[in-house]
């Protein structure tokens, strides 16, 4: 039987204990450095793999997980950008609703089309409140969801919606800037979130080094999620990975 990563994720956070997710984009790379970065990643303490991209136009989904789960025991958890991201290679699945837009096909239409596959792949699900948030231009995630991100330089708002995402009964909240954002989500909003929210929280988006991860953990993030620096320079794991398992919250 599978574990349950929702639990691995409670325990974490009850624990104080920060992780770091390492997103994978299909669309990116090839069997070789899939191989390469499961193999860091095995001995650098990464707690999940997320795969998954909002722009899929290769079909390589498949050969990723199978790459990344023949050189890794660790975890994959689908991060889907459409419902044709669904397969039962994975672990579980990050079920995201993206709560900070007002595109209602986000919001519940592409679950509703997903729903009895969903069902019937096994997988576990991890209903989680997606929020964006400017990062200081346009990502693929805001132009293909045509939606507005909560503005960086208001976390009262991003606050009262990963409220609203905890009372509807969601499980995770992710402050997301884009992956590749200039600036990545703010110290000041992770905290205004976190503070309203019990809930675990994930935060990613132009997290780029050992310092930001280790801000934004102390912040209150309980999972940092990277994608673009290790696509460039997988050699960053183990300073991240060692920033994220210090980021404990001591203040
Ligand atoms: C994107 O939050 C992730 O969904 C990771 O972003 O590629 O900028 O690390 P980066």
Redesign the pocket.
């Known amino acids: 039987m599978k574990a349950n990563q929702y639990q691995t994720l409670l325990n974490a956070k009850a624990a104080a204990q920060k992780l770091l997710a390492v997103?994978v984009d299909p669309d990116k790379g090839n069997a070789a450095s899939w191989a390469n970065l499961a193999t860091l990643a095995n001995t650098n303490g990464v707690d999940f793999f997320l795969v998954g991209g909002s722009l899929m136009v290769n079909q390589r989904l498949e050969e990723c997980i199978v790459t990344l789960k023949k050189h890794s025991p660790i975890p994959v958890i689908l991060f889907p950008g459409s419902p044709a991201q669904v397969t039962p290679l994975a672990d579980g699945i990050l079920l995201l609703s993206l709560i900070s837009g007002r595109n209602a096909d986000l919001l519940i239409g592409q679950q509703v089309q997903a729903a009895m596959a969903l069902k019937q792949s096994g997988l576990e699900l991890l209903p989680t409140g997606y929020i964006l948030i400017d990062g200081g231009a346009p990502t693929t995630v805001s132009y293909i969801s045509n939606t507005l991100p909560i503005p960086a330089n208001k976390p009262e708002i991003a606050a009262v919606t990963a409220l609203a995402g905890e009372q509807l009964g969601l499980k995770l909240v992710y402050l997301?800037a884009?992956?590749?954002?200039n600036k990545p989500v703010s110290v000041e909003m992770i905290k205004a979130v976190s503070k309203q929210v019990d809930i675990p929280l994930i935060v990613?988006?132009?997290?780029r080094n050992g310092e930001a991860a280790y801000e934004a953990c102390q912040a209150g993030a309980d999972v940092i999620?990277?994608?673009?620096?290790f696509e460039e320079q997988p050699e960053l794991l183990p300073e991240i990975a060692g920033a994220v398992k210090a980021g404990c919250k001591t203040t």
């Open positions: 997103l997301e884009g992956s590749g954002a990613g988006g132009g997290i999620v990277i994608g673009t620096a």
